[in-house]
């Protein structure tokens, strides 16, 4: 790759919120190299929800065709109480959905969405993705940045990027190594993730739905991943970072029995799965600084790690990506196009962190707590509860923000 002088952005990571990041400043009009540890994309967990935010902008980008091969979209959440054979309440998605907020909501098989935005990068000329890259250094000076990196076939790059962005992950050595950032923190909860025949569960949810379903201490989401034929399903429980980081991890989620025997779905669940789950402690990350005022930034898990208990936190690394590429476009320096891309992200990360962290609490409540929220949630029903994440799923973060004039 010729570098174009002043204009190619290094993106180290190549998760959701880097590769996605490469194809906006692509789209945007820059060179990229993404450098990227691992030697494949092959990313591990299961499945992966997209909801209209972050939809609309992969669809910008020309993979509408490709997501709705591999994609589904659910007719409706189902909220589930405890032990409850019915849903409290739905929540309608499907062409609802796209009416109301212009795009789909989804749900895919991760390795599906990886290799989608992996196979646009790698059509697009302008983008250069270095696998196995590791040993990134980087030195300031007067005239900017020279950073090294050992590549995959064990030669040394050396290169003058305009800008440096970090999306290399909750663990990110970008934030810790480079910009005095903090370490992630464990939240306390994990998540046990799994995928079984679609047919399962059939008994207890439906199929074509993604199903939430709270109990007291944990609760669980289910959803399809049709192309494979699998039903995705992710169960979180609370643990002590004592048992969480032990040497030898838990094999399978500590339920109480009395609770599986009160619950079909949840007994099911238990009995089909064994020790047959991937076992996920959820770190969070909260930073002072997302950027150094110069030529380093994050985006993604790297800025900003959440607990997935809204299903946002790719979502928001894909609406990072956006705004980071629009900044860098619009401002006549990297550390002013940092400011306005951090302006415009803090506020709305924040609060959907802070949402995440609230459904936790909501979601396990124990007895006799659950019957207040259970009402509630009966009570309000899924427009309403649709309604309130309006604020979340019709946001388009590929426009600037308008200003109020005046
Ligand atoms: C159980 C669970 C369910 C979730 N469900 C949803 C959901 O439904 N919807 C949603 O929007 N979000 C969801 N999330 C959150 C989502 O998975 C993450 O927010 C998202 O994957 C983060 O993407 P990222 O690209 O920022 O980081 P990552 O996916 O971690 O990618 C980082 C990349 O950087 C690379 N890397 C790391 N260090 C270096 C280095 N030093 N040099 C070079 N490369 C490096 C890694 O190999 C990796 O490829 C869920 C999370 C969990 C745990």
Redesign the pocket.
Same mark, same amino acid.
Do not use: F, K, N
């Given at each position: 790759m010729t570098e174009n002088g002043s204009r190619i952005v290094y993106v +180290?990571?190549?998760?959701? *919120?880097?590769? $996605?990041l490469a194809l906006f400043l692509e789209r945007a009009g820059f060179t990229v190299l993404v450098?990227?540890?691992?030697r494949s994309?092959d990313?591990i967990?299961?499945?992966?929800?997209? $909801?209209p935010n *972050?939809s609309r902008l992969l669809e910008r980008l020309g993979l509408e065709p490709a997501l709705a091969r591999a994609g589904f979209e659910p007719e409706a959440i189902d909220v589930y109480g405890f032990g409850h054979k019915k849903p409290l309440a739905e929540v309608t998605l499907g062409q609802t959905a796209r009416q109301r907020f212009g795009a789909a909501y989804r +749900?895919i098989h991760?390795g599906d969405l990886a290799q989608i935005l992996y196979e646009a990068a790698r059509k697009r000329s302008r983008i250069e993705i270095a696998l196995g &890259?590791?040993n990134?250094d980087m030195v300031r000076h007067s005239r900017g940045l020279t950073v090294s990196?050992e590549l995959g076939d064990g030669s040394i790059h050396t290169g003058r990027p305009y800008a440096l962005i970090g999306?290399?992950?909750?663990? $990110?050595?970008?934030r810790r190594k480079f910009m005095d950032g903090p370490e992630a923190r464990y939240s306390g909860y994990v =998540?046990w993730?799994a995928t079984l025949g679609e047919a399962q569960l059939a008994a207890h949810l439906s199929l074509d739905h993604t199903s939430l379903c709270f109990g007291p201490g944990f609760h669980g +989401?289910f959803y399809p991943l049709a192309a494979r034929q699998l039903l995705n399903v +992710?169960l $979180?429980t609370k643990m002590p970072a004592k048992r969480a980081f032990a040497d030898t991890p838990p094999t399978r989620p500590k339920i109480d029995p009395y609770y599986l025997k009160r619950s079909a779905l949840f007994g099911a669940l238990m009995k089909l799965m064994g020790d047959k789950w991937t076992f996920?402690p959820?770190n969070a990350v909260e930073t002072q600084r997302w950027h150094d005022g110069q030529f380093l930034a994050l985006?993604?898990? &790297?800025a900003h790690?959440?607990l997935?208990f809204q299903?946002?936190? &790719? =979502?928001?690394?894909?609406e990072d990506a956006a705004v980071m590429a629009r900044q860098l476009a619009g401002a006549d320096s990297p550390g002013m196009a940092f400011e306005g891309y951090e302006s415009e992200r803090r506020r709305r990360v924040s609060e959907v962190q802070a949402l995440s962290r609230r459904n936790g609490m909501i979601f396990h409540m124990p007895f006799p707590f659950s019957i207040a929220r259970n009402a509630g949630a009966a009570r309000r029903g899924g427009t309403a509860q649709l309604d309130d994440l309006a604020w979340i799923y019709g946001f388009d973060a590929d426009q600037p923000p308008r200003r109020i004039p005046g």
């Open positions: +180290v990571g190549a998760g959701i *919120a880097g590769l $996605s450098l990227e540890r691992a994309i990313p967990g299961t499945g992966i929800q997209l $909801s *972050a +749900v991760r &890259a590791r990134i990196a999306a290399d992950g909750v663990h $990110s050595e970008i =998540a993730r +989401v +992710v $979180s996920w959820l985006v993604g898990d &790297a790690a959440m997935p299903a946002q936190g &790719a =979502a928001m690394g894909i």
